[in-house]
């Protein structure tokens, strides 16, 4: 790693690593919703909620820090991409519950469990990844890895599409169910994004 005269500021650590932490508490919350039957999803709907304000919160807090540090531990650009791709993945995840008790879907087509187990995976990967930040040292394979689950994701995603457009059901589930299953492809691409900030991030600090 590049040798610095100047000090860091080191609080951007905790902070990547806090918003990641709770970005598996949104993932847990997806898996919840899985064995859930349609009176309990609204009260997982509100943890979810909940979870997905205090991302809100994590990621201020790093762009009130990012805007009132003279020195950051790498580049401000990397640092608010970061923050941002974080943000979303929670955005995403929150996005899918709402829409699963909105629409009262009753039933999520087969599938959808292995769109959420790749991305509770993929939250495991990020929360482990983040504390690495502070010396950038075995970060390659998490990259590696979340990419290899990004590709896993989009196969899945097209498998889902090719049965909600089978014929087994109308046109308003299909409406429905293919936004949920869209979104759940998003949060999986903002995981990619994720980690190739963090790849990038690297790559300027060797």
């Known amino acids: 790693m590049r040798f610095r005269l100047t000090p860091r500021e080191t609080s951007f650590y905790d902070m990547f690593a806090a918003s990641a932490d709770n970005i598996v508490t949104g993932s847990k919350l997806l898996m919840e919703l899985l064995g859930a039957d349609s009176s309990a999803r609204a009260e997982i709907a509100e943890r979810m909620r909940a979870a997905e304000h205090a991302g809100d919160d994590a990621t201020h807090a790093i762009f009130h820090q990012l805007n009132s540090s003279f020195i950051t531990p790498f580049d401000r650009e990397d640092i608010y ?68 689950l990004e590709n896993q994701a989009d196969q899945i995603h097209r498998k889902l599409l090719a049965t909600l457009f089978n014929g087994k059901y109308d046109a308003i589930e299909v409406l429905k169910l293919k936004q949920v299953v869209d979104v759940l492809e998003e949060a999986a691409d903002a995981f990619e994004h994720v980690a190739n900030t963090v790849e990038t991030i690297a790559v300027k600090e060797s």
């Not at 941002?84 to 008790?101: G, R």
């Not at 959808?112 to 010396?135: F, G």
């Open 81 to 148: 991409n970061l923050a941002s791709s974080l943000d979303d993945i929670m955005d995403f995840m929150e996005e899918a519950v709402d829409l699963v008790v909105l629409y009262n879907i009753e039933e999520l087509p087969k599938g959808v469990e292995q769109q959420i187990e790749v991305l509770a995976r993929a939250a495991e990967l990020t929360a482990e990844a983040m504390p690495h930040l502070r010396t950038m040292e075995n970060l390659t394979e998490y990259w590696i890895e979340v990419n290899r």
